[in-house]
């Protein structure tokens, strides 16, 4: 059983930054789009970044010029870099492995940005 492993939400002020980890051992991590994903309290989960295996990223509307989703694929990790954090930048983040005919998910990392 594949287990993503997320890290590094926390609490954080308004303008801040956070850098979420997760990693995902025992895939085939290179052949893998990672993304990051995230649902707010009462909200359907949104798409925030994407990594495919051949190195293209895509970001939603709501974080393009202050988030990167980055990847290591020695480490089996992909990154999200949050910068200039806003309030409705509240959420819990998900990470997301998607493959040949099979997906994971994470458990979810709480980010709260608030004064």
């Known amino acids: 059983q594949v287990q993503l492993v997320e890290s590094g939400g926390g609490l954080v002020q308004p303008g801040g930054s956070l850098r979420l980890s997760c990693a995902a051992p025992?895939?085939?991590?290179?052949?893998?789009?990672m993304g990051w994903y995230r649902q707010a309290p009462g909200k359907q989960r949104e798409l925030v970044a994407v990594?495919?295996?051949?190195?293209?990223?895509s970001y939603a509307d709501s974080v393009k010029g202050r988030f990167t989703i980055s990847r290591d694929n020695a480490k089996n990790t992909v990154y999200l870099q949050m910068n200039n954090l806003k309030p409705e930048d509240t959420a819990v983040y998900y990470c997301?492995?998607?493959?040949?005919?099979?997906?994971?998910w994470g458990q979810g990392t709480q980010v709260t940005v608030s004064s």
């Open positions: 997301n492995a998607d493959g040949p005919h099979v997906a994971y």
């Open positions: 025992g895939i085939i991590f290179s052949i893998f789009t």
């Open positions: 990594s495919t295996g051949g190195g293209r990223t």
